[in-house]
Protein backbone atom coordinates (compact mmCIF):
# COMPACT_ATOMS: atom_id res chain seq x y z
CA UNK A 1 0.00 0.00 0.00
CA UNK A 2 0.84 3.51 -1.07
CA UNK A 3 2.25 6.15 1.90
CA UNK A 4 -0.24 8.08 0.55
CA UNK A 5 -2.88 5.42 0.35
CA UNK A 6 -2.62 5.00 4.35
CA UNK A 7 -2.74 8.38 5.01
CA UNK A 8 -5.98 8.68 3.66
CA UNK A 9 -7.09 5.98 5.55
CA UNK A 10 -5.78 7.45 8.64
CA UNK A 11 -7.11 11.26 8.22
CA UNK A 12 -10.69 8.93 7.99
CA UNK A 13 -10.00 6.30 10.28
CA UNK A 14 -7.76 7.67 13.44
CA UNK A 15 -8.57 10.32 15.99
CA UNK A 16 -4.76 10.58 16.81
CA UNK A 17 -3.76 11.28 13.49
CA UNK A 18 -6.53 13.69 12.65
CA UNK A 19 -5.71 15.86 16.09
CA UNK A 20 -2.03 15.60 14.85
CA UNK A 21 -2.75 16.80 11.33
CA UNK A 22 -4.61 20.24 12.62
CA UNK A 23 -2.32 21.36 15.70
CA UNK A 24 0.79 20.54 13.03
CA UNK A 25 -1.22 23.05 10.52
CA UNK A 26 -2.12 25.51 13.70
CA UNK A 27 2.16 25.41 14.14
CA UNK A 28 2.52 25.97 10.63
CA UNK A 29 0.12 29.13 10.17
CA UNK A 30 2.28 30.67 13.33
CA UNK A 31 5.41 29.92 11.69
CA UNK A 32 4.28 31.73 8.27
CA UNK A 33 2.82 35.12 10.49
CA UNK A 34 6.06 35.20 12.52
CA UNK A 35 8.05 34.84 8.91
CA UNK A 36 6.48 37.44 7.51
CA UNK A 37 7.71 39.37 10.09
CA UNK A 38 11.06 41.64 9.42
CA UNK A 39 12.13 41.42 13.08
CA UNK A 40 11.42 39.24 15.60
CA UNK A 41 12.10 40.29 19.19
CA UNK A 42 14.16 37.71 21.50
CA UNK A 43 11.11 36.21 22.90
CA UNK A 44 9.66 35.59 19.22
CA UNK A 45 13.07 34.07 18.94
CA UNK A 46 12.63 31.73 21.27
CA UNK A 47 8.77 31.10 20.73
CA UNK A 48 9.61 30.93 17.15
CA UNK A 49 11.98 27.53 18.35
CA UNK A 50 9.35 26.06 20.13
CA UNK A 51 7.15 26.19 17.80
CA UNK A 52 9.70 24.96 15.34
CA UNK A 53 9.89 21.59 17.47
CA UNK A 54 6.79 20.97 18.40
CA UNK A 55 5.59 20.92 14.74
CA UNK A 56 8.40 18.22 13.91
CA UNK A 57 7.38 16.06 17.05
CA UNK A 58 4.09 16.17 15.78
CA UNK A 59 5.57 15.42 11.73
CA UNK A 60 7.65 12.36 13.18
CA UNK A 61 4.12 10.95 15.15
CA UNK A 62 2.17 11.24 11.99
CA UNK A 63 5.24 9.23 10.37
CA UNK A 64 4.89 6.85 12.86
CA UNK A 65 1.50 6.09 12.57
CA UNK A 66 1.96 5.80 9.21
CA UNK A 67 4.72 3.19 9.46
CA UNK A 68 3.11 1.63 11.91
CA UNK A 69 -0.08 1.16 9.80
CA UNK A 70 1.63 -0.94 7.05
Do not use: C, G, T, W
Not at 29 to 46: A, G, V
Amino acid sequence: MKKEEIISILKNESEEYKKLEVEHKKLEDSLDEMNKKKYLSPDEEIEKKKIQKQKLQFKDRMAQLVRAYN
